[in-house]
C-alpha cells in the first residue's frame, strides 16, 4: 500500500521547474491551457447531465469526457516527467493530490495484469456530491480511467468506483483493470451503469 499525500510537494515542484505559471491572467500546468474553478461547477453540470439523460447516463456521460482529460494529462506527465507505467500512475495520484481531489491510497498495482486499485480518502467530489444511492465519482473514474490506458499502453482499461463516500461509506474505493474482465465479473449491476456495453 502506498499513500500519496504529497500534493503540495509536487505542486511546489511544478513551479520550481517553471511547469506551472501564471502569466497576465493565463494559466498553463505542464504546458496545458488551465483554470481553476470551484469542484461545484464540475457537480452542477454532472447533476444537469443525469436530470436530462438519467443518473447513470449522465454519470457515463461525465465518465467518457473525463477519461479523455485523463489520457492529456497523462501524456503531459510523460512530456515533462518521463514517466511511465505504474510510476505514471503514481505521478498522477500526485498531481490529482496537489488538484484537491483527496488522499490517495494505492492499495495494488500491477502492470503486466494492468490493474490497479486505489481509495481517495476525504475525496472533495463525494463531499460535494451530497449523498446518494451510487457512486458519483465519474470525474475521478474519467481521469483515472484516462491515465491508466497510457500508462498500460491499453485502450480497453476501464475504472469502476466500488464504494463511494456519497453513499455512507468512509472513503471512495477504485477498481481500474482492462474492460473485458469487468463484464465477467461478480458485481455485474454495479459495473453495467458505470461502464458502457
Known amino acids: 500500500m502506498q499513500v500519496i499525500s504529497r500534493g503540495k510537494m509536487f505542486g511546489a515542484r511544478l ?6 505559471k501564471w502569466d497576465d491572467g493565463y494559466l498553463t500546468a505542464m504546458g496545458m491551457h488551465a483554470i481553476m474553478l470551484p469542484i461545484s461547477a464540475f457537480i452542477s453540470f454532472q447533476k444537469i447531465l443525469e436530470d436530462q439523460s438519467g443518473k447513470d447516463a449522465g454519470g457515463l456521460q461525465m465518465y467518457a469526457q473525463f477519461k479523455l482529460v485523463g489520457r492529456e494529462i497523462a501524456n503531459a ?13 503514481l505521478c498522477n495520484w ?7 481531489f483527496g488522499k490517495f491510497v494505492v492499495m495494488d498495482v500491477s502492470m503486466k495484469k494492468a490493474y490497479c486499485l486505489f481509495k ?8 460535494s456530491y451530497g449523498k446518494s444511492d451510487r457512486p458519483s465519482c ?17 485502450d480497453d482499461i476501464e475504472c469502476i468506483e466500488t464504494t463511494c463516500k456519497c ?5 471512495c474505493c477504485f477498481k481500474i483493470q482492462p474492460r473485458d474482465l469487468f463484464i465477467e465479473g461478480e458485481k455485474y449491476d454495479l459495473i453495467k451503469k ?3 456495453e
Open 15 to 20: 513551479m520550481a521547474e517553471g511547469q506551472l
Open 120 to 127: 481517495v480518502q476525504n475525496s472533495n467530489i463525494a463531499n
Open 194 to 196: 458505470q461502464i458502457e
Open 94 to 100: 500526485e498531481l490529482a493530490s496537489f488538484a484537491g
Open 167 to 171: 453513499m455512507g461509506y468512509s472513503d
Open 77 to 89: 506527465l510523460i512530456k515533462v516527467h518521463r514517466k511511465h507505467g505504474s510510476e505514471l500512475l
Open 138 to 154: 465519474h470525474t475521478m473514474r474519467g481521469l483515472a480511467a484516462g491515465a491508466a490506458q497510457i500508462a498500460f499502453e491499453r
